[in-house]
């Protein structure tokens, strides 16, 4: 199958890599010509070019820019392609992009691999990345099934495991398991940051393992991800972050007033809780 993929970056570079190791022929499309040589070099297209209209041998595409830029980069796109061409997209909301992309191109469906890295760019793509990992699709209910399953059967050959839902659906979800979790990474940096005592702080850095690294990783990813999950999914995200901080406030009040049963009720109720997620 002739597979396009429209932006080069950690995500639509993994993508080429596992698909070109199964067969199909890709083709990339980058703003950057040097992007378009690196994907080359790295085997992850078998061939790439800044201009669009090489997207028109292409069966299926993946739309792989950052989120701000699917909507504009779609109008240009859908001028190089044949109506049965099926578009796909990676992006992290999917309500926005749905209501604007579907009822200009008929074989649309929403697309969120949940699987990724902090760093960016097509150095840091790699095999596998999808393995195991969730992939939620978003049809509506005038997507024809053709898409749909032509999608699906790509990215079952991925390995990951597929989810559908209602593009709303993904966002609430979404802000509670992503969004929110590198605003809030991104505040414990900043706290432990705030520390004014220089050698305090210092030791801090130092003394920094596992429990630090792990609760701080997103938080240290791309900051324009960050902000396109804010800007695209605020109502969701403002939920979720007051949602947070009555949480924090009720943690307050607990060790304030020395509390330490309910404290421990508090932990050991979350310690329960952690088990119903998939991590």
């Known amino acids: 199958m002739n597979i396009g993929i429209l932006g080069l970056g950690l995500i639509g570079g993994s993508l080429g890599l596992d698909l070109l190791e199964r067969g199909h022929r890709v083709i990339g499309v980058s703003r950057q010509e040097t992007t378009c040589f690196q994907a080359i070099a790295l085997g992850s297209v078998s061939e790439a070019s800044t201009d669009m209209s090489r997207l028109q041998a292409a069966e299926v595409v993946f739309i792989c820019t950052p989120l701000g830029l699917i909507v504009p980069k779609f109008a240009e796109l859908i001028s190089h392609l044949d109506d049965a061409t099926v578009i796909t997209d990676v992006g992290s909301v999917k309500t926005p992009i749905v209501e604007a992309l579907s009822p200009l191109w008929e074989n649309f469906i929403g697309g969120h691999p949940m699987a990724g890295s902090t760093n960016s760019g097509i150095e840091a793509a790699q095999r596998n990345l999808f393995a195991a990992r969730p992939y939620v699709l978003t049809p509506t209910t005038t997507t024809p099934k053709k898409a749909i399953s032509t999608v699906s059967e790509i990215v079952l050959s991925l390995g990951a495991n597929i989810y559908h839902c209602q593009p709303e659906q993904h966002d609430r979800a979404v802000s509670w398991i992503s969004h929110l979790p590198v ?87 979350t310690q329960s809780s952690r088990r119903q997620f998939n991590v």
């Not at 210092?202 to 804010?230: C, I």
């Open 183 to 269: 605003m809030v990474s991104s505040s414990l940096i900043a706290t432990a940051m705030s520390e004014r005592e220089q050698d305090v702080l210092e030791l801090a850095q130092k003394l920094a393992s596992t429990g630090f690294r792990d609760t701080s990783r997103v938080g240290g990813g791309n900051p324009e991800l960050g902000v396109m999950m804010a800007k695209y999914n605020r109502q969701a995200l403002l939920n979720s972050l007051q949602q947070y901080r009555q949480n924090l406030d009720e943690l307050i009040d607990l060790i304030e007033q020395e509390n330490w049963i309910k404290l421990e009720e508090k932990l050991q109720s």
